[in-house]
């Protein structure tokens, strides 16, 4: 299977890249809904680039791992579930569910230290 990348057009700048699978509409969609929703945070989003990896551990299926970065006015944000087994999941959505759940906490994370930054 080869690399594939699709840019969509929500209103975050967005790229999904799938690494070892075929691109996937419906978790693209589930990705781009939660970016979105990273707009809630109240920092400012700039672009996010998503990597859905496929690999296969000898005794197993797919283990899907996550890889993220955001940009903001305020810096950069990753999350990977690369090395992380309890963050590489047999289910993709899941896989992203987890890495979107910890982007969120750290974009939120970066949120309040700008806020009490400026407030200090």
């Known amino acids: 299977m ?3 990348e699709t840019e969509t057009t929500a209103k975050v700048p967005l790229q999904v890249t799938y690494r070892g699978m075929d691109r996937s ?18 920092e400012r989003i700039l672009d996010a680039h998503i ?3 496929a690999s296969s551990p000898h005794n ?12 903001t006015p305020h810096g950069e ?3 990977s579930n690369d090395n992380d087994p309890k963050g590489s999941h047999e289910d993709a959505y ?3 569910r987890d890495a979107m759940d910890s982007l969120h906490r750290r ?3 970066l949120r309040e230290k700008n806020l009490a930054r400026r407030h200090s």
């Not at 509409?25 to 109240?42: H, M, P, W, Y």
């Not at 197993?60 to 940009?71: D, E, L, P, Q, W």
Request: a negative charge.
């Open 60 to 71: 197993r299926g797919h283990v899907f791992n996550v890889h993220a970065v955001v940009r």
């Open 51 to 53: 990597s859905v990896e």
């Open 25 to 42: 509409e419906a978790l693209e969609e589930k990705i781009s809904e939660r970016v979105e929703k990273l707009t809630k945070t109240g």
């Open 2 to 4: 080869q690399e594939t």
């Open 94 to 96: 899941l896989a992203v």
């Open 107 to 109: 974009v939120q994370e």
């Open 77 to 79: 944000v990753v999350v």
